[in-house]
């Protein structure tokens, strides 16, 4: 099947492209995720056969760090803060209204499958909370208002 | 030596032509862009390129006054620097016409300037501003001056002057005998003598040594490690340097977790540059002295900050705590003799080894010396990154560096030093910030994060919220730490549904013993913390809590709470 060997492709680029010195299964997990934005089943075969090691090690990390996930996510991924500086300041009212918005409990795809909301322990940009981020891209001082403008124009693109 | 003085002279030419230019700074990082101010970048690029042939526009790092973002200022050929304020996309155009081709400030939209500008114009000079003159900045020096990701803007500022004149004129041993001497203790939560942990590696012989720099920075209300890197990446590289030099190691890790751009890019970046410019890698400077560094991400995982699982971690595995023994200093990274201290701790070391351990000693109180880099958040009016000397009380920076509550009647509670700290109330606020005394009342400098509640924050919500996340993040290794969480997190929900007994508050104290005394390292070990320290200060509220009179109705989306948990499988 082409679109398999395409995605194997892009998994062999993923390893063999890491430029830092120390080469990791982490790291290596790290860079496929970077890349596709999810790790298939065949990023932890191809690791496994990468650094040397068993399946059963890179499944050890790759179910340990939190940010990795094994199915493809939604063009964009919406990180809402629930730190406590951003609690404080109501991000539990805007998770509850962006949940209401893409129609979904919990983490996860909106039904329409183009945004995913995941939760974020913090932001790293408490001073502007509460803040949520699209793709990496951090946006503060929020409210339900604006971080439902924000996703509907994303939505809408 | 030479080489170093002719990199240092070609960099202070170019910096005295810029500052004596017309030069607009923006202001960047994490917190900025939250706000906005690399899209006032790119407006103001295209509006530069388009009307102007004269003026240098640099994204410079965050000054700290994180409530003032985005923030531009405008340095003058004649000497006059004015600052502007929260700056939108639709008046750039507006401030920089006018200022640059008129020579003359919008005014009433200027929040402070230069001493001549201020003179000049009536504005308020910005070194009277209480949150700048009563910092004492020390790594945070270049913090809205330079622009990060320019080596020869640190150069110019002083900056690889301590290393050249470690490498070339002082012994390994003079260095880490500075730094004892200095006083200065780890920033990243334990409050070591740095110089004494580095003596502990510094005599082994082993060809391969390790000295790595943790900026996992998990703790939720911190964000002064990535601050750092993100702001003035050389200090901490240089650092790291000399923190290799001292104890003759080999190699450096600057140790950040993934998805924060920002300060990766800018680590990676001055790394990088520091090798073109011969500062890392064979023969630091033509010396004898070689050194490698790299930086090494780590997938989300709060644990990965503690010393040991965080060797695990860029051994890309698991990050779990190790065992001690072996201690790091005899078997660390692969099993190699390994130092590790966080961002803060060796980002002061540059300015030690220049000004001398005496001059660093003379700042700060008797048990702590040196600064505290504070990040204030929550009900504050001026949240930001503040760098104070030790000693000033915690009500002196709410008052001063914070300018008090931003809405709300009155501070009622702190959360000081991340989710395995406490919180503290109105009693403690004249407390000093050195370590000793805030540990004495019950809280932490942490990781330098400061958030404050106001009087309507509810003490067992606030609980939930924290305890949440030290259950989120258990690594799941040792079984008190791992359940104890999950079970504190269930009475701590059944408390604010109302559906608690007078046995939870028995058990939710023996759960919290339990974990200090099973578990391996500091994330059961002090998870119990926010809640002893909130019997001590905020007792009556939660035996209220217990006796089923919470009352939730408007605090902050009427008690309702995510709960991700999730145990590590
Ligand atoms: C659960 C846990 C998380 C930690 N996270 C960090 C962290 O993010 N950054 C940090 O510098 N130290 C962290 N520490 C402390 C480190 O173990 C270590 O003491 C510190 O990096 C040493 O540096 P210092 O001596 O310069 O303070 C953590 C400790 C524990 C138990
Ligand atoms: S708590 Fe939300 S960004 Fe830090």
């Known amino acids: 099947m082409p679109e398999n060997s395409n995605l194997l492709e892009k998994i062999k680029h993923s390893l063999e492209s890491q430029e830092q010195p120390t080469v990791t299964i982490l790291s290596s997990l790290l860079s496929i995720q970077d890349n596709l934005h999810y790790i298939p089943s065949e990023g932890i075969s191809e690791t496994a056969k990468f650094c040397g090691k068993s399946t059963n090690e890179v499944w050890s990390v790759a179910s340990f760090y939190t940010n990795f996930r094994f199915t493809p996510p939604g063009d964009n991924v919406v990180d809402v803060c629930w730190g406590p500086t951003c609690h404080l300041l109501g991000a539990q009212i805007i998770i509850d209204n962006l949940q209401k918005t893409l129609e979904i409990d919990g983490e996860g795809e909106s039904k329409d499958g183009k945004i995913t909301l995941k939760y974020n322990t913090c932001l790293g940009a408490c001073a502007q909370a509460p803040c949520i981020a699209i793709d990496h891209y951090i946006h503060g001082k929020q409210d339900k208002n604006t971080a439902n403008k924000i996703i509907n124009e994303i939505r809408n693109k | 030596m030479e080489l170093f003085e002719q990199l240092k002279e070609k960099s202070l030419t170019n910096w005295f032509k810029l500052n004596s230019s017309k030069w607009v700074r923006i202001g960047g990082g994490t917190s900025g862009q939250a706000m906005g101010s690399y899209k006032l970048y790119n407006k103001s690029k295209e509006l530069i390129q388009n009307n102007f042939t004269d003026v240098n526009l640099s994204m410079v790092s965050a000054i700290g006054l994180m409530y003032l973002e985005p923030i531009v200022d405008i340095t003058m050929p004649d000497g006059t620097r004015v600052y502007y304020g929260n700056v939108t996309l639709d008046e750039i155009e507006k401030i920089l016409k006018q200022h640059l081709t008129k020579n003359k400030p919008i005014i009433e939209r200027a929040f402070a300037a230069n001493e001549k500008a201020a003179n000049m114009w009536g504005i308020q000079n910005i070194n009277d501003m209480p949150n700048i003159s009563r910092q004492k900045k020390i790594a945070t020096r270049n913090f809205g001056v330079t622009d990060p990701l320019d080596i020869n803007h640190y150069i110019a500022r002083g900056g690889y002057s301590a290393l050249s004149s470690a490498i070339f004129e002082k012994s390994p041993e003079f260095i880490v005998d500075e730094v004892k001497n200095s006083g200065l203790r780890g920033r990243g939560g334990a409050a070591f003598p740095a110089g004494v942990k580095w003596s502990f590696l510094a005599p082994s012989k082993e060809p391969i040594k390790y000295v790595l720099c943790n900026c996992e920075e998990g703790d939720p209300g911190a964000f002064n490690d990535k601050g750092i890197i993100e702001n003035d990446p050389h200090t901490l590289v240089e650092g790291l340097i000399l923190n290799g030099y001292a104890t003759n190691s080999s190699n450096g890790y600057i140790f950040i977790r993934q998805g924060h751009e920002i300060p990766i890019n800018a680590a990676k970046k ?270 009556t509220e939660i035996e209220s809590a217990v006796n089923g009179k919470i009352n939730l109705t408007g605090v902050n989306g009427d008690g309702k709470m995510i709960l991700p948990t999730r145990t590590r499988p």
């Open chain 2, 270 to 539: 001055a790394i990088s540059d520091a090798y073109e410019l011969g500062l890392l890698g064979k023969n630091i400077l033509g010396s004898e002295f070689s050194f490698d560094m790299e930086v090494s991400l780590t997938g989300d995982s709060y644990v990965a900050g503690e010393e040991t699982a965080l060797m695990e971690a860029i051994e890309g595995k698991r990050s779990t705590p190790r065992y001690k023994p072996p201690f790091p200093a005899a078997q660390g990274l692969w099993k190699k003799p390994t130092n590790i201290n966080n961002v803060k701790t060796l980002s002061y070391v540059p300015e030690i080894v220049r000004k001398g351990s005496e001059w660093f000693k003379s700042i700060g109180t008797e048990t702590t010396s040196g600064t505290a880099i504070v990040c204030l958040s929550g009900h504050i009016k001026y949240p930001g990154m503040y760098e104070i000397p030790m000693g000033m009380t915690i009500r002196e920076v709410l008052d001063y560096i914070g300018g008090g509550i931003s809405e709300g009647k009155s501070i009622k509670v702190l959360q000081a030093g991340g989710p395995l700290n406490g919180l503290l109330g109105e009693e403690a606020f004249d407390t000093m910030i050195d370590f000793d005394a805030m540990s004495a009342a019950g809280a932490s400098i942490g990781s330098g994060g400061i958030i404050v509640g106001n009087e309507k924050t509810n003490i067992v919500d606030l609980l939930r919220n924290l305890i949440a996340f030290n259950q989120f993040e258990s690594c799941g290794k040792c079984f008190p730490c791992r359940l104890g969480n999950t079970h504190m997190l269930e009475i701590l929900d059944r408390m604010c549904q109302n559906q608690s007994n007078s046995n939870d508050l028995n058990l939710i104290q023996r759960i919290g013993s339990s974990m200090k005394s099973g578990s391996l390292c500091g994330h059961g070990q002090l998870g119990y913390n926010p809640i002893l320290s909130a019997l001590k200060y905020f007792r």
